[in-house]
């Protein structure tokens, strides 16, 4: 079944600790992107990645990093994080940049 | 700057009534348009999308229309179902910023037996 696996679902933790929340896809998709969603603004690009080792920031990059050292595979990493980064995580990927994207099931992060 | 705009919910609505969710949208360039459906505690599905002006992409008895002279894309269903719950998020994408999709900020639809 071609799906965008994000791993863990929810997690409570506190500020300062460092967490990755992973994120991989079956589909072969060269881009894949991060997006947090907030009430009332939608959802925003963190990063996203056109292939691999290629990585650019999106809209809301601060406090975030990514990596992407194999195509499947697109890692959301909060080295150390704050309570305004408590959100609810997407991971997406596409065939390539121009065509519409795949979403993961969502990560719940709760920063105390 | 680019952006998407969606009527605010939460919208309300009796089975088998009509729904409209309008969706306005400021963009350079011509954007694809999308409508995105997300059901409680799951991801966002795409629900339809059109590519270019006047096109008209429809599924699941969902339908909207690419305006460009209106810069609209309201999303329309004659019938809804109590299975239509969900919040519908409208997106365009930006070729020219790597593929980035900006996003409305969604509207709740509650649709009641």
């Known amino acids: 079944e071609a799906q965008v696996t994000q791993n863990p679902r929810y997690l409570i933790t506190v500020t300062g600790k460092k967490l990755t929340v992973t994120c991989s896809q079956n589909m072969n998709h060269e881009y894949m992107s991060w997006y947090r969603q907030d009430p009332g603004l939608g959802l925003r690009q963190i990063y996203y990645?056109?292939?691999?080792?290629?990585?650019d920031k999106g809209d809301v990059p601060e406090g975030y990093k990514v990596s992407r050292k194999e195509k499947r595979n697109f890692p959301l990493i909060l080295e150390s994080p704050s309570p305004n980064q408590t959100s609810l995580y997407f991971c997406?990927?596409?065939?390539?940049?121009?065509?519409?994207?795949?979403f993961g099931d969502g990560t719940r992060l709760s920063i105390l | 700057g680019d952006s998407v705009t969606q009527m605010e919910g939460p919208v309300t609505l009796s089975e088998e009534a009509f729904l409209t969710i309008n969706c306005t949208y400021t963009?350079?360039?011509?954007?694809?348009l999308f409508w995105y459906v997300q059901y409680p505690g799951e991801g966002l599905q795409l629900l339809l999308k059109a590519t270019k002006a006047d096109d008209k992409g429809s599924n699941k008895g969902f339908e909207a229309t690419y305006r460009k002279e209106t810069t609209s894309f309201h999303l329309e269903k004659g019938s809804v179902q109590v299975s239509d719950s969900a919040v519908y998020f409208c997106a365009l994408i930006k070729y020219n910023q790597g593929g980035k999709l900006i996003f409305g900020q969604g509207t709740e639809l509650s649709v009641k037996p």
């Open positions: 997406a990927s596409s065939l390539w940049g121009g065509q519409p994207q795949h």
């Open positions: 990645s056109m292939n691999v080792e290629v990585t």
């Open positions: 963009a350079t360039g011509y954007p694809s």
